[in-house]
């Protein structure tokens, strides 16, 4: 497709179904971690999205040669990929999918924040500092609320981390010679450094197997293709058409998605303060991310 300056029916579509995506995902995280010790999950994904990747770039002819420039920021990116899934895991076994998914996607704060100071280009104007302030009174809020007996500090709090690590990994794109490799490359990286990391150190953890039943060899599968691998890959395509602030601005609407769904589907209790967190982070993404 042709590059677009606009968000067009069609990518109004496949970008609310990208956050439905992502936001099931999560649902799919916790569940699957019924099977598995979350560490070794998240290397078990890892690895099985990196052999799709991989089938993909050799089927489409995609190099697999990191420019010598590049090796220092794709190194530098997987190690950030790993530690960033494994507090993410572990944060959805502790805490509920609702929680960690409003914490999680404040990622554009922080983004935005460290922007301010390291790319002139991304100054902070009176709109997105207003966006600022209302999603980190909306991260606050929530970890503040510990009104639920689901809840877990340390996993709100390794969530946090897990968004900080994913903000960093945006940057570390755009201010090293990253920024110009094929996504398929970088993906391929952060999979393939993140994978033995985590395996080696999912032993440190617990025992790597817990009740594993077909639903989580399902949900396992579920990860592999339609988030680590194709999931991953659709956005970097939607990235390449539509602009990426417009892209960016949906992402608001994957932490709402999630927290209805661990309702919907996990019976999750939903209290006032964490619709109220929601829509402040929510809030908060969206004028951060508008021009």
């Not at 099985?48 to 040669?65: E, H, I, N, P, Y």
């Not at 207003?130 to 709100?156: E, F, K, P, T, Y």
Request: charged share 10%; aromatic share 12%.
């Amino acid at each position: 497709m042709e590059r677009k300056t606009y968000i067009d029916t069609f990518g109004a579509v496949a970008l609310v179904l990208f956050a439905l995506n992502l936001a099931f995902n999560q649902v799919v995280v916790k569940v699957t971690n019924g099977g598995f010790d979350p560490v070794f999950l998240a290397g078990l994904r890892s690895v099985g999205g990196a052999v799709v990747l991989v089938a993909w770039m050799k089927a489409r002819g995609v190099s697999f040669t990191l420019p010598r420039s590049s090796i220092l920021g794709g190194a530098a990116s997987g190690l950030l990929f790993a530690v960033e899934f494994m507090c993410l895991f572990i944060a959805l076994d502790l805490t509920t999918v609702g929680r960690v998914s409003i914490i999680f996607y404040s990622m554009p704060v922080w983004l935005a924040l460290s922007a301010h100071f390291l790319l002139p280009a991304e100054r902070l104007n009176g709109v997105r500092v207003i966006g600022l302030v209302l999603a980190m009174a909306g991260v606050a809020l929530a970890l503040l609320d510990r009104s639920n007996g689901q809840a877990s500090l340390l996993g709100d709090l390794l969530a946090l981390f897990a968004a900080i690590c994913w903000a960093a990994i945006a940057l570390c794109v755009r201010v090293t010679p990253l920024a110009r490799v094929p996504p398929e490359q970088q993906l391929l990286w952060q999979l393939l450094i993140s994978a033995p990391l985590l395996l080696l150190a999912a032993p440190f953890f617990g025992d790597l197997l817990r009740d594993v039943q077909p639903i989580h060899l399902w949900g396992l599968a579920f990860q592999i293709i339609a988030v680590a691998s194709f999931g991953f890959l659709a956005w970097f395509w939607l990235m390449s058409i539509y602009p990426a602030s417009s892209v960016a601005s949906f992402s608001f609407l994957s932490p709402v998605f999630a927290v209805i769904l661990g309702w919907l589907l996990l019976g999750e209790h939903v209290g006032w303060t964490i619709w109220a967190a929601l829509g402040l982070v929510a809030a908060g993404i969206f004028l951060i991310n508008r021009k």
